[in-house]
């Protein structure tokens, strides 16, 4: 071994590599593929038709998420034929090649980016894929996770490997206390409007500093969700006493004496001191304040304080242009105060903020009060599992009674793909990841918030500076934060 | 996956950044098993309205560029999800060629399985295309891999990077996975020992 110091990407990245052919890109190994009804299909088909198998069915494990209903009736009798399809055909494949699957009605079924770490089967230093851009999740375990296209599915499939390029790396460091109502959304989103949605293009971002080191997993995990939205090829957090708490006791992770080895093993994937990077910024955790997203990338967030900016501020013609654009499609005028925009929709849930403590967080805002009459709001937890320790610790009577939908586990309304769906024109404040136009549905305008602001902007009927939020506290309570 | 070598087509101006793979190809296009079909899908909501007419003013409908096989576009195209099937939608449709400042990491990687040559150009070169496509009526472009050269007939004149091997691959139009197997000794020899850390199992 060099000692040279190291990035933990680098020593994750080096564990892996097969092999180095001269003039071509590294062959690296792939520990763990997650596998979902939508971008799986034809990589299967590719491996019938080449006459190929599943090297190692072992290493992959799937769920269904994207199209799948959220209510129990629609889950029961699916009308969508070309949806039920593709699940039929993500059973079949399964079946054929020996891999395991949570199908609808199993105990484990959820969102592919919870369920994998849920179930232990994410670990640190691990190489991780998924047709899904939103791998970068599995990061906040140290772990090697990216988002790869269908015939990188099939290739990892049949070879378990991915022929690689090195990419960059890029450390941000959040440093200092964050202010309360302040969160891990906030955090990611702050540093997206900062850098750009092409701002880490290239890159694998090591999140650092002190205000990550005091994340839970879960907002560890929706800060390394959104790294994609800032171009990242992937987002890492180093693993620490938290991520092995988090980890002991689960499924899949190791126990007894394997477990001592593993947290040895584990514990050495930190940066060492004087490791170069090849981009730093550092950001002053304190002044970040709650953010909501006001056009049509994830990059164009503001402060909840802030006005709707004015398109002429922008740098380059293109850029003014797109800013115009974003503006008429999401029915805002500059100079209007954020807090005065109304919503007519709230959707809690998604990969990036469906978690357990996402379900506490909103449910302590909403907790006594009511959801204004012009909202419709609705909470999806992002698992089964999710939803019943919601459940036991009585969230989804909180939500209830304030007027929330409490729904079946899925991808839901972030990308619309089943039947939660905006109407056009419909304003929705949403945790999930993505504003693009026509996200939620064709002309649907959605507001990326943090689950705190969303419950809140739900009760309001339009944004409120949770920092000022009143939670109504219980004389006795029956929610453990 | 067909071989590329040299290009001479009509060019398509796009003239929007950050265009994300959502609107390539939307989502209710992505619950079919099929690989191929894409093409009528391609930039939907931009080139229908909700009631399925065209939509004149969007570039796709316009038919002055129509079998354009070059699309140029703003910095950052095809960001957000890792779906394949914007790469479909694209070659289905034509394109064997887009030109812009900058791509997203996975549309690189996934345009590149498909035969779609990327070709990076500087913002400012963007612009002249972009520019020139819009107003001179049949503008035509050349691009060679070969060369990694962009030329129109009027003297402008750009080079782009590729990966050595990524246009080795183009160039002779290659499976990957095949290119990989080459290596299946090494790949037993490093399995066989990886699986004895116990601490990256996945079960
Ligand atoms: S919740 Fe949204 S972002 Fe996450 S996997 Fe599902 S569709 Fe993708």
Redesign the interface.
Known sequence: MSSEPKTLFEKVWEQHVVVEPKGEPTVLYIDLQLLHEVTSPQAFEGLRLAGRKVRRPDRSVATVDHNIPTTLEGRLHIVDQIAAKQMTALRKNCADFGIELFDVNSPDQGVVHVVGPELGFTKPGMTIVCGDSHTSTHGAFGALAFGIGTSEVEHVLATQTLPQSTPKTFRISVEGELQHGVTAKDIILAIIGKIGTDGATGCVIEYAGSAIRSLSMEGRMTVCNMSIEAGARAGMIAPDATTFAYLKGRRHSPKGAEWEQAVAEWSKLTTDPGAKFDRELVIDGSTLEPYVSWGTSPGMVAPITAKVPDPAAAATEIERNGFKRALEYMGLKAGTPLEEVSIDRVFIGSCTNGRIEDMRAAARVARGYKVSTHVNAMVVPGSHAVKEQAEAEGLDRIFREAGFEWREPGCSMCLAMNPDVLAPGERCASTSNRNFEGRQGRDSRTHLVSPEMAAAAAIAGHFVDIRTWKVNELATPEVKA | MEKFTTLTSLAMPL????V?T??II???F??????TGYGDFLFF?WRQT?EGKPVAAFVLNDPRYKGAQILVA???FA???????A?WALSDFGFRVVIAP?F???FF??AG??GIVLARLS?AQVATLLNNAQTIPGYKLTVSLEEQTVIDSRGFKASFEV???RKYCLLEGLD??G???R?AA??DA??AK?DE???????
């Open positions: 003239d929007r950044a950050n994300d959502d609107q939307p989502k209710q992505l619950k079919r098993v099929e690989r909501d909700p703003g910095k950052n960001c957000g999800s890792s779906r394949e099937h790469a900058t997203a990491d996975i990687s996934n399985k498909n913002e990966d050595p091997f990957d996975i290119l990989t197997l290596h090494e790949l490093f399995e990886h850390a116990g601490w990256l199992r996945a079960k």
